[in-house]
Nanobody, 122 residues
Framework: EVQLAESGGGLVQPGGSLRLSCAAS????????MGWFRQAPGKEREAVAT????????YFADSVKGRFTISRDNAKNTVYLQMNSLNPEDTAIYYC???????????????WGQGTQVTVSS
C-alpha cells in the first residue's frame, strides 16, 4: 500500500507561482511513475505531468508546457510541481498519483492523494 500526501496549494494572483509537493510512503516500489492530475469544477480529471523514477518525463499537458516543471527527489520519495505564470484556467484541485507505468489516463494509477486546491484569482 502507498500513501500520498500533497501540500503547497493555495490562492495566488494571475502571473504568480506555486510549488506543490507530494510525499509517498509505504510500499514505494509501486511508485515508478509519479505525477500530477487536476480537476476543475464540472470537468474531468486530466493529466498535467508525469515522471518516471529514472527522471524521464513521460507526459506534459500542452496547456502547461513552458510554465510548469515536474521533478522528483527519489531519496525523499517526493514529486514536485513548480507552477509559474499561473492563470485563472489553472484553477483546480490538483491530485498526486502513483503507479507502475506513466500514462495520461487516470486508470493507469493505483494510488492517489487527497488533492490540494489551487485557486488563481485577483
Amino acid at each position: 500500500e502507498v500513501q500520498l500526501a500533497e501540500s503547497g496549494g493555495g490562492l495566488v494572483q494571475p502571473g504568480g507561482s506555486l510549488r506543490l509537493s507530494c510525499a509517498a510512503s509505504g510500499s514505494t516500489r509501486s511508485t515508478d511513475c509519479m505525477g500530477w492530475f487536476r480537476q476543475a469544477p464540472g470537468k474531468e480529471r486530466e493529466a498535467v505531468a508525469t515522471q518516471y523514477r529514472s527522471g524521464g518525463i513521460a507526459y506534459f499537458a500542452d496547456s502547461v508546457k513552458g510554465r510548469f516543471t515536474i521533478s522528483r527527489d527519489n531519496a525523499k520519495n517526493t514529486v514536485y510541481l513548480q507552477m509559474n505564470s499561473l492563470n485563472p484556467e489553472d484553477t483546480a484541485i490538483y491530485y498526486c498519483a502513483a503507479g507502475p507505468i506513466c500514462k495520461d489516463s487516470v486508470r493507469a494509477y493505483n494510488y492517489w492523494g487527497q488533492g490540494t486546491q489551487v485557486t488563481v484569482s485577483s
